[in-house]
């Protein structure tokens, strides 16, 4: 069983910053290919924030691209997300997602966090 932890989310300003992090917690990975970065409004549907590589490339959505970091630390298998220059439009649920394998380049798995909510208010 694989198990994502999520934490970081809160309540800040706009113009404020959060970091989110995401540890993944099981015995039967052997690697981890992408991680990624989801969120989820009120009414809307989930959508892609941000993702990294194992080999380190990472890809942003154009709403966030030069105010949020995507970094991982492969070592310890967790995610960071730093958030900078947060808007009242970034308020969702974000949700870490990552792609795994069991086996040297064996099928590929798919596992999601529980998400953890960010709300940018005055």
């Known amino acids: 069983q694989v198990q994502l932890v999520e934490s970081g989310g809160g309540l800040v300003q706009p113009g404020g910053s959060l970091r989110l992090s995401c540890e993944a917690s099981?015995?039967?990975?052997?690697?981890?290919?992408?991680m990624g970065w989801y969120r989820q409004a009120p009414g809307q549907q989930r959508e892609w924030v941000a993702a990294?590589?194992?080999?380190?490339?990472?890809t942003y959505a154009d709403s966030v691209k030069g105010r949020f970091t995507i970094s991982r630390d492969s070592a310890k298998n967790t995610m960071y997300l730093q958030m900078n220059s947060l808007k009242p439009e970034d308020t969702a649920v974000y949700y870490c997602n990552i792609e795994w394998r069991r086996t040297p380049g064996g099928v590929k798995y798919d596992s999601w966090g529980q998400g953890t909510q960010v709300t940018v208010s005055s």
């Open positions: 990294c590589t194992s080999a380190g490339t990472t």
């Open positions: 099981s015995r039967i990975i052997f690697s981890i290919d992408t």
